[in-house]
Structure formats: structure tokens, C-alpha cells
């Protein structure tokens, strides 16, 4: 079974400025892929980054990195130079060895971002 | 190159009957995947259909059902309408089962 926690329901960021989102998982396999989606409130689900369980560099994506910390088990989304556009729900998901393709999401993050 | 496309966008329903909601994946991609959100929720994983046959499921009852058309294409069915059933479906396409997955718009549902 595969859990993800996301202990942040909502933070404020200023425009600019970084924001880090928080990202636990729990896992028994050996293999699994992390994903980091954006939500707006039109609902639509964008992807924003992706980190393979095996990948020793940690992923990035323009603004978007991703701090893979394997012995931890945290992903956290680092968004750099915040802009008003990236308001939105963040949601940290993951799947499996035995499951592939089949995401398991964590609650999410509200971000807002402020002039 | 069209993305994932959902229909309708939205609907209204009553308890007890029945919805089917309609998803064409991305073109190329042969793997359709369904979740519910709920509000204020994060989605939660329905099943998903891969070479026309459902491959995995997750914790929903039989009263969800879905089909792959030969063409990709996916419909998810869903019976005896409860108040709880009110949430977004979201379905999801890619190219093989493991790979990123680029989410639809959506189908808003409302059970009264």
C-alpha cells in the first residue's frame, strides 16, 4: 500500500518569492515514480514535474524543482520566482511497482499568491 | 494536437439513476485511468483501462463500471446514484501504463 502526505492545507507566498511545498510518502516498493500536479480552479490537473525513485539527480522543471530526499521519503515541490498565475491547489502523487499507472494522491496544497 | 477531452462538462442527476461520462485520451495514447475528487479532496484513483480490458482497480463498488473502445476512447458508467457520487470525474490518458498521465478538463457531477 502507498501513502502520501501533504501536512500544508494552504500557504501565502509573495510574488517572487520561493515557496516550498511539502511531500511524504510511504511505500514498499522498490520502485516508484513521484509527480507533482497543479490544479487551478477550473479543475483541470497540469503536471508540472516528475522524479523517478531511482533518478540520482533531483528534478527540474523551469520554475519547478523537485527535492528528492529517498531516505526521508520527502518530495517537496520548490517553486521558484512565484508568479500570480501559479495560484492554485498543488497536489504530490505517486505510483508503483504494483500499481503501476495507478496514482495515489495526497490532499493537496492551496497556494495564493500575493502581489 | 488535442489534449484529453471529457463530456459533458456538467450534470445533474437524481439518486438512484444512472450516468455515463465520456473521455477521448490524447492522440497516440492508448491507457485511460478515472478519478474521483471530491470536494476539497485530492482525487482518488477508480480503475483503468488498458487494450480494452480493466487492468486495476481501486475502492469503489460495482456500481462504477467503464469501457475501452477499440478506438481508445473510454465510458464510465455509474449506477444507482447516491448524494456521495457528487464530485468531479477526471479521466486521465498515456501512452503506456507507467507514463506520465495528462488529466482532462473533467465532468462536474451533481447528484439530488
Known amino acids: 500500500a502507498q501513502k502520501i502526505t501533504q501536512t500544508q ?11 516550498t511545498l511539502d511531500c511524504t510518502y ?9 509527480f507533482w500536479y497543479k490544479q487551478p480552479s477550473s479543475g483541470e490537473m497540469i503536471f508540472l514535474i516528475y522524479q523517478g525513485s531511482y533518478d540520482e539527480q533531483n528534478a527540474t522543471e523551469g520554475r519547478y524543482s ?7 521519503k520527502s518530495a517537496n515541490l520548490v517553486i521558484s520566482a512565484s ?11 505517486m505510483t508503483g511497482t504494483d500499481s503501476w499507472g495507478k496514482l495515489q494522491f495526497g490532499a493537496g496544497t492551496q497556494v495564493v499568491v500575493t502581489p | 494536437d488535442a489534449g484529453v477531452t471529457q463530456s459533458p462538462t456538467h450534470l445533474i442527476k437524481t439518486r438512484g439513476q ?14 485511460v485511468s478515472w478519478y474521483q475528487q471530491a470536494l476539497g479532496q485530492g482525487p482518488q484513483f477508480i480503475f483503468q483501462y488498458y487494450e480494452e480490458e480493466e487492468r486495476q482497480r481501486g475502492n469503489f463498488p460495482d456500481r462504477f463500471s467503464g469501457h475501452q473502445f ?10 444507482a ?13 498515456s501512452l503506456v501504463k507507467w507514463d506520465e498521465q495528462f488529466f482532462g478538463p473533467g465532468t462536474r457531477l451533481t447528484v439530488l
Open chain 1, 9 to 19: 492545507p494552504g500557504m501565502f507566498v509573495q510574488e517572487k518569492e520561493a515557496v
Open chain 1, 26 to 34: 510511504d511505500t514498499s516498493d522498490q520502485s516508484y515514480g513521484l
Open chain 1, 66 to 72: 523537485l527535492n528528492f530526499q529517498k531516505a526521508r
Open chain 1, 83 to 93: 508568479q500570480l498565475g501559479d495560484s492554485a491547489m498543488y497536489f504530490c502523487a
Open chain 2, 18 to 31: 444512472q450516468v455515463t461520462l465520456r473521455c477521448s485520451p490524447k492522440s497516440g495514447h492508448d491507457t
Open chain 2, 70 to 79: 477499440p478506438n481508445y476512447s473510454s465510458e464510465l458508467n455509474v449506477n
Open chain 2, 81 to 93: 446514484l447516491l448524494l456521495g457520487d457528487s464530485a468531479l470525474y477526471l479521466c486521465a490518458s
